[in-house]
Every structure is written in C-alpha cells, then in structure tokens.
C-alpha cells in the first residue's frame, strides 16, 4: 500500500479525533479507571487489528495506553493506518 503524502494526510487527520500526526506516526493517548481497564481495551484492539492484518505500537503505563500506527513495509502513513484509527476510536 502506497504512503500517503503530507497533504493527504492532513486531510484525513482532520477525519480524526483523538489522534495527532506524530513524524511517521498517528498516535493517540487514551486514559483510563485502572490497570484492569486499560489492559480490557488492550484486549479489544486484537480483533480488528488482526482483522486488518495491520498493529498498532502500544505503551502502557498503568491506566494509559499510547497507540502509534505506521505501516512499516511502506515507510509511512497509509490508508491502512487510519482505518485502523477508526476502528479503534469506536472501541475506546
Ligand atoms: C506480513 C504482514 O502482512 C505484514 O508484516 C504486516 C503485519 N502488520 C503490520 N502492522 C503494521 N503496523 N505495519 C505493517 O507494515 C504491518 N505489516
């Protein structure tokens, strides 16, 4: 899959909420009540993330979960990456 320019990216980035265009990367940060509910959303990302043959980058730090999408074979954003942004922006 080709890797979107900057003004496409832009342009879906505004599709988006709760992510930002980082480098290479769309990251989001989200916040939850603990441990065990951060982990439980950690659980939820497997399904579409394995559907789509696509995974995100994921930190976490006790009730936080930093996800970073890029797609890595193209060096870059694709479409890829901000389907799977949807997808997860509607299981958070
Ligand atoms: C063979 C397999 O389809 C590829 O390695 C996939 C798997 N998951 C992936 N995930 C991400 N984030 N980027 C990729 O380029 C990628 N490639």
Not at 1 to 7: A, P
Not at 70 to 92: N, R
């Given at each position: 899959?080709?890797?979107?320019?900057?003004?496409e990216?832009?342009?879906?980035?505004?599709?988006?909420?709760?992510?930002?265009?980082?480098?290479?990367?769309?990251?989001?940060?989200?916040?939850?009540?603990?441990?065990?509910?951060?982990?439980?959303?950690?659980?939820?990302?497997?399904?579409?993330?394995?559907a789509?043959?696509?995974?995100?980058?994921?930190?976490?730090?006790?009730?936080?979960?930093?996800?970073?999408l890029?797609?890595?074979?193209?060096?870059?954003?694709?479409?890829?990456?901000?389907?799977?942004?949807?997808?997860?922006?509607?299981?958070?």
């Open positions: 899959m080709d890797k979107l320019t900057q003004s990216i832009i342009e879906k980035a505004k599709t988006l909420t709760g992510w930002e265009v980082w480098e290479d990367t769309l990251r989001s940060e989200r916040k939850f009540k603990d441990f065990v509910e951060a982990i439980a959303f950690v659980n939820r990302l497997v399904e579409p993330a394995e789509a043959d696509h995974h995100p980058d994921l930190a976490i730090s006790y009730n936080r979960v930093t996800i970073s890029t797609t890595h074979d193209a060096g870059g954003l694709t479409e890829k990456d901000f389907a799977l942004a949807q997808a997860i922006s509607q299981i958070a």
